[in-house]
């Protein structure tokens, strides 16, 4: 287990559609992170999970997000109904959190173009 | 609240020339962490260092060097004798007690090294 892989690395659809994205974190970490990245600015927090439980949410994260990592290990990270808006770079991490602090390794992200 | 600052949106060098990028920080924990990340083309981030809020000991590792001034909210980035193959966006965060640890990025600096 080399890094952070995300599927698929690039998406097109057409406004409407729903999409799916999976993201595998490195095996031992038990930090998960979604991040959403638009052009010429840094990533935005969406949402992140401990193990399977999903511990918060950001507001950027609207009621057509969900994500979900059932077995604490893969996550998926769903848009339904999907708008031009929603078109950016998203980018999973994984840390191993403990109480010196973590650091967060980073996927090659999805880039997203809905039409 | 939690905030960073890169102020330089864009950095031309030559190849040799040293650069540094700016980074200025803004918290209210006295336990905090702060990284740099490195963006190439490719969009991958690659972690390059992380610093605990009690150790303003700079760093080095190779042409890379890191100033920690806490009396300054800074933590600033100096590449020595730039290489075309440092030309990407570079990232600073930070992550405290009060967000949970989850990490806050600033908008990032592009920086071009020209052969």
């Known amino acids: 287990d080399t890094g952070v892989s995300q599927d698929p690395r690039h998406k097109i659809t057409k406004r409407g559609q729903n999409v799916t994205f999976r993201c595998d974190p490195i095996?031992?970490?038990?930090?998960l992170y979604w991040y959403r990245q638009t052009l010429g600015q840094g990533p935005e927090f969406l949402t992140y999970f401990q193990n399977e439980a999903q511990l918060e949410k950001s507001r950027l994260l609207s009621d057509r997000f969900s994500a979900e990592r059932p077995k604490g290990s893969f996550s998926t990270l769903e848009i339904q109904r999907t708008e031009q808006g929603d078109s950016a770079m998203y980018l999973c991490?994984?840390?191993?959190?403990?109480?010196?602090?973590?650091?967060?390794?980073f996927g090659p992200g999805t880039r997203l173009l809905v039409l | 609240a939690q905030k960073v600052t890169q102020a330089q949106t864009e950095i031309s060098v030559v190849e040799k020339e040293d650069v540094t990028l700016d980074c200025v920080y803004e918290t209210r924990d006295t336990t905090y962490y702060l990284f740099w990340y490195k963006q190439p083309p490719s969009g991958e981030l690659v972690f390059l260092i992380r610093r605990n809020s009690f150790d303003e000991q700079n760093e080095i590792s190779g042409r890379y060097s890191w100033n920690f001034q806490k009396s300054t909210s800074s933590f600033n980035f100096t590449i020595t004798a730039s290489q075309v193959v440092d030309s990407a966006v570079y990232f600073c965060a930070l992550s405290d007690r009060t967000g949970g640890f989850k990490t806050i990025f600033g908008a990032g600096t592009r920086l071009f090294v020209k052969a």
């Open positions: 095996s031992e970490h038990n930090r």
């Open positions: 991490a994984s840390s191993l959190a403990s109480d010196l602090g973590e650091t967060q390794y």
